[in-house]
């Protein structure tokens, strides 16, 4: 059973720089579509990568993603009040299967 | 506008039955593939079940793979998702998912979600 990982949590400072990765139990993510999600509590989740590097329409490009390694990552750059959300990643499996990550809790202060 | 709304979320007791519905508008339903995530009070996303464009070929996590079933109506623009056989593990919101054109599409537009409570 493949596990994907993420960190359990992170912090940054406003306007700071921060790098949260998504990794495989065995092998790379290069090859299956990570995509990227912002969650705030109460609310659904709202796409902000696909297909590792495409940003989907209306997020700031502020968010960038990228392969580090054998990791997908999701870099928010000039971090805001308004970024302190869980982060989620998912990778495509074959065969129409999906395996999210556990989440990142990112605090903003 | 893209546009997915979900029902039939509710109060269920263990060993029972549910059917959740998305009625999708503001896109050509039937061209795109969908998906059931769902998320546990305080716990992370799981991807659930998928289902291509045509309805042709259908995908399951293995956690739920013996008792749900997915299926979609493009006449009427619904997706579906029958769970039987409940238990206390099911419980969670259940969002609905707008893909791309193939199941190895990601996912794009997410419903609001469906809250199902498995208790006696």
């Known amino acids: 059973q493949t596990v994907v990982t993420q960190e359990p949590s992170f912090s940054v400072s406003p306007g700071g720089t921060v790098t949260l990765t998504c990794g495989l139990s065995?092998?790379?993510?290069?090859?299956?579509?990570p995509s990227w999600y912002q969650q705030t509590p109460g609310q659904a989740p709202r796409t902000l990568i696909y297909n590792t590097n495409v940003r989907s329409s209306g997020v700031p490009d502020r968010f960038s993603g990228s392969i580090l390694g054998n990791k997908a990552a999701l870099t928010i750059t000039g971090a805001q009040a308004d970024d302190e959300s869980d982060y989620y990643c998912?990778?495509?499996?074959?065969?129409?299967?999906?395996?999210f990550g556990g989440g990142t809790k990112l605090t903003v202060l | 506008e893209v546009q997915l709304l979900e029902s039939g979320g509710g109060l269920v007791q263990p060993g029972g039955s549910l059917r959740l519905s998305c009625a999708a508008s503001?896109?050509?339903?039937?061209?795109?593939?969908m998906s059931w995530v769902r998320q546990a009070p305080g716990k992370g996303l799981e991807w659930v079940s998928g289902?291509?464009?045509?309805?042709?070929?259908?995908y399951y996590a293995d956690s739920v793979k013996a008792h749900f079933t997915v299926s979609r109506d493009n006449s009427k623009n619904t997706l579906y998702l029958q769970m039987n056989s409940l238990s206390a593990d099911d419980t969670a919101v259940y969002y609905c998912?707008?893909?791309?054109?193939?199941?190895?599409?990601?996912?794009?537009?997410w419903g609001q979600g469906t809250l199902v409570t498995v208790s006696s």
């Open positions: 065995s092998g790379s993510v290069s090859t299956k579509f």
């Open positions: 998912v707008k893909q791309g054109l193939y199941s190895s599409t990601p996912f794009d537009f």
């Open positions: 289902i291509t464009g045509s309805g042709g070929s259908t």
């Open positions: 503001g896109f050509t339903f039937g061209t795109y593939a």
């Open positions: 998912v990778v495509y499996m074959g065969n129409g299967l999906w395996v």
